[in-house]
């Protein structure tokens, strides 16, 4: 089994079967599976024996939500002492699991770097979200918030919620800006403050409609050193 040593090979079957909660499953031809099951088995096949390394293409295509979950949370946990290269279309996947990310588009790699890097970089900074009452002054809100971070920018207003952007210089504005606004929550009519990031689909969607497809933005010259991509990043 991949070079293991044979008297250990059936507790290194069990244990990742027990892994990938495919026990009942065990006097099953992988043919008679369903989708799901075949693309964990498929990743359980790669990862046993301690592989070094890993290729996945697509791993949790056809999988159902729970399926996806256990299949991340499994990839999380084999891990440590690895490299494990995989594809995705879910960004929220590459999000989850990837320390580096390489996005494609038009057939060229457009960038290459950490979620926190492409997230600056190409990043339109982070939505602040409000539930409101209907009956909330919206402007008058936003004056507020304006007051602290004059960069922002009303994203959208619905009835009972208002989303506003505000960039991520202004990061250190926040904590005054959050304590005026829990200060006048009643004041101003809001029930709830929420704070999202830039998430990875809006990286993307950011980068495919760029007009330079030629140009590539990665966090360092050396992506393949490890020692490098921990230092500080820049852009190139």
Not at 175 to 192: G, Y
Not at 215 to 226: A, D, E, G, Q
Request: hydrophobic residues 40%.
């Amino acid at each position: 089994l991949k070079g293991h040593p044979s008297h250990d090979v059936d507790r290194e079957i069990n244990e990742m079967v027990n892994v990938l909660l495919l026990n009942d499953k065990l006097n099953v031809l992988s043919s008679a599976l369903s989708g799901g099951m075949k693309r964990k088995l498929s990743v359980g096949i790669a990862l046993i024996a301690n592989s070094k390394v890993v290729i996945l293409d697509e791993p949790t295509s056809g999988m159902d939500p729970a399926a996806r979950r256990s299949t991340w949370d499994m990839l999380q946990r084999f891990r440590l002492d690895r490299t494990i290269l995989f594809t995705t279309h879910f960004m929220d996947e590459a999000d989850v699991l990837g320390d580096r990310i390489a996005i494609m588009g038009d057939g060229r790699m457009r960038c290459f770097g950490s979620p926190f890097f492409l997230k600056t970089s190409y990043g339109v900074g982070y939505h602040l979200i409000l539930s409101k009452s209907e009956t909330a002054d919206t402007n008058h809100i936003f004056q507020m918030i304006q007051t602290h971070v004059q960069e922002a920018k009303l994203e959208s207003a619905i009835s009972a919620e208002c989303k506003i952007l505000l960039p991520h210089a202004s990061s250190a504005k926040f904590p005054t800006l959050f304590e005026a606004l829990e200060k006048n929550k009643d004041a101003l009519e809001i029930f709830s403050i929420g704070l999202s990031e830039t998430s990875i689909e809006e990286v993307f969607m950011k980068i495919v409609e760029e007009d330079e497809p030629d140009k590539i933005r990665t966090t360092t010259n050396y992506p393949l050193n490890s020692n490098n991509l921990d230092n500080n990043e820049e852009t190139n």
